[in-house]
Antibody, heavy 114, light 107 residues
């Protein structure tokens, strides 16, 4: 069974940093493209970043230059380093597999507030 | 960036009735479009990918159609568990983009 478990969310002040993790199990992690998708409270879904199985990376314009996606295939883990956080980065952050996002974690809440 | 527009924003349907949801892209996607269902407090669930292929375990009452810029998700006979928010998403081009969602509510 595919499992994705996010962690690392919490409360941070504007300008601060946070590192999210997603631990994967039940599939061949190294062969999969991996994504971060976020959802602000009461709002729709927003794709954030993707790292391919060959470590090719793409970002949404809203996070480019502030967020860094990475992966450790030996640890079956996906990461999102978030720097210079803004109030509008407040959201539940999900990790999800592949281009059509066929598996999702339960999400981790990031709150940016003073 | 490809703009995805879903309509209607809210759809009021009685159980057992048919629901038709629309998703339009600002440029051609070929068939690189997915549909998701999200219930309150839950992560989204993939329903349809490549425009019309049902994901594993998705009931046959869910069907997707379309290509290019116009896509449709049809729920043939709404069950109580189908009342939720539905999103379309394109994965043809970077950055990936979602529609704003259609809420299917009980009439």
């Amino acid at each position: 069974e595919v499992q994705l478990v996010e962690s690392g969310g919490g409360l941070v002040t504007p300008g601060g940093s946070l590192r999210l993790s997603c631990v994967a199990s039940g599939f061949s992690f190294s062969s999969y493209n991996m994504n971060w998708v976020r959802q602000a409270p009461g709002k729709g879904l927003e794709w954030v970043a993707c790292i391919s199985s060959s470590k090719y990376i793409n970002y949404a314009d809203s996070v480019k230059g502030r967020f860094t996606i990475s992966r450790d295939n030996a640890e079956n883990s996906l990461y999102l380093q978030m720097n210079n956080l803004r109030v509008d980065d407040t959201a539940v952050y999900y990790c999800a597999t592949e281009s059509w996002l066929d598996n999702w974690g339960q999400g981790t809440l990031v709150t940016v507030s003073s | 960036e490809i703009l995805m527009t879903q309509s209607p924003a809210t759809l009021s349907v009685s159980p057992g009735e048919r629901a038709t949801l629309s998703c339009r892209a600002s440029q051609s996607l070929s068939s690189n479009l997915a549909w998701y269902q999200q219930k309150p407090g839950q992560a989204p669930r993939l329903l349809i990918y490549v425009g019309s292929t049902r994901a594993t375990g998705v009931p046959a009452r869910f069907s997707g159609s379309g290509s290019g810029t116009d896509f449709t998700l049809t729920i043939s006979s709404l069950q109580s568990e189908d009342f939720a928010v539905y999103y379309c998403q394109q994965y043809n081009t970077w950055p990936r983009t979602f529609g704003q969602g259609t809420k299917v509510e009980i009439k």
